[in-house]
Nanobody, 124 residues
Framework: QVQLVESGGGLVQTGGSLKLSCAAS????????MGWFRQAPGKEREFVAA????????DYADSVKGRFTISRDKAKNTIYLQMSSLRPEDTAVYYC?????????????????WGQGTQVTISS
């Protein structure tokens, strides 16, 4: 089993920044990736960003490219999501997740383990 704990959410104004963290514990997998998804009220959960744990390749949703940066700290088994130039439409619960095969990183069904989520609210 894998346990994921997100932190760092909060309330910021439009144009502000936040940094989310996701600490992982438990078993690990070769060639896996970790990602961030978000779910806004009344909407489906959507892909935000992903990072390959080994090689560090990153992928982003078009809506966050140039504003969000995903990174990892292997020593701490932690991934981060640095969010800048935040907009009201970024308001959502943000979830981190583990993709065991490291493929289809933008596809929710490829992720087997999920954190509990952290609320991010952007005020206009």
């Amino acid at each position: 089993q894998v346990q994921l704990v997100e932190s760092g959410g909060g309330l910021v104004q439009t144009g502000g920044s936040l940094k989310l963290s996701c600490a992982a514990s438990g078993r690990t997998f070769s060639n896996y990736a970790m990602g961030w998804f978000r779910q806004a009220p009344g909407k489906e959960r959507e892909f935000v960003a992903a990072i390959a744990w080994g090689g560090g390749r990153t992928d982003y949703a078009d809506s966050v490219k140039g504003r969000f940066t995903i990174s990892r700290d292997k020593a701490k088994n932690t991934i981060y999501l640095q969010m800048s130039s935040l907009r009201p439409e970024d308001t959502a619960v943000y979830y981190c997740a583990v993709n065991r095969r490291g493929v289809g990183v933008g596809v929710e069904s490829e992720y087997a383990y999920w954190g509990q989520g952290t609320q991010v609210t952007i005020s206009s």
